[in-house]
């Protein structure tokens, strides 16, 4: 059967602005509905992270860690780090940013992200039409 472009599924950017503590702890990441398969998980700050003894996070909703260990110690902005453990989100949830900081790095804003597909049966191709019919 034929699949008409439209109607594969295709792999979008889900993101969300977030403000880091300046403690270790746990910031609600981006939303992300039932059934969709995460590719890739990562981060973006927007303003520099200073040089500390560690600034590592997770990238996680609480099952899976989409990425694992993300060091940002000494991280210049606009830098992007990404983890590449795939999973499915089987119930709505959040993929959520878990920080380890040891130090004084001040609060910390940037992007979380991940890379998705929805792989819902929802969105399966139609049944096949016949040319004539659709003439």
């Known amino acids: 059967m034929a699949v008409s472009q439209s ?20 910031t609600v990441g981006v ?30 909703d609480g099952t899976t860690v989409f990425a694992n260990d993300l060091n940002f110690d000494n991280t210049a902005a606009g830098t992007i780090k990404v983890g590449t453990t795939a999973g499915v989100i089987t119930a709505a949830d959040t993929v959520d940013v878990v920080t380890t900081i040891s130090g004084s790095p001040g609060v910390i804003t940037g992007r979380v992200f991940v890379v998705a597909v929805d792989v819902n049966e929802s969105v399966r191709a139609a049944a096949e039409v016949d040319r004539d019919v659709l003439a």
């Open 7 to 26: 109607l594969r599924n295709k792999a979008i950017v889900i993101e969300k602005a977030v403000s880091l503590a300046a403690t270790s702890g746990t």
């Open 31 to 60: 939303a992300v509905p039932a059934g969709t398969l995460i590719l890739a998980a990562g981060f973006e700050p927007s303003v520099a992270v200073p040089d500390v003894t560690t600034y590592t996070m997770d990238l996680t």
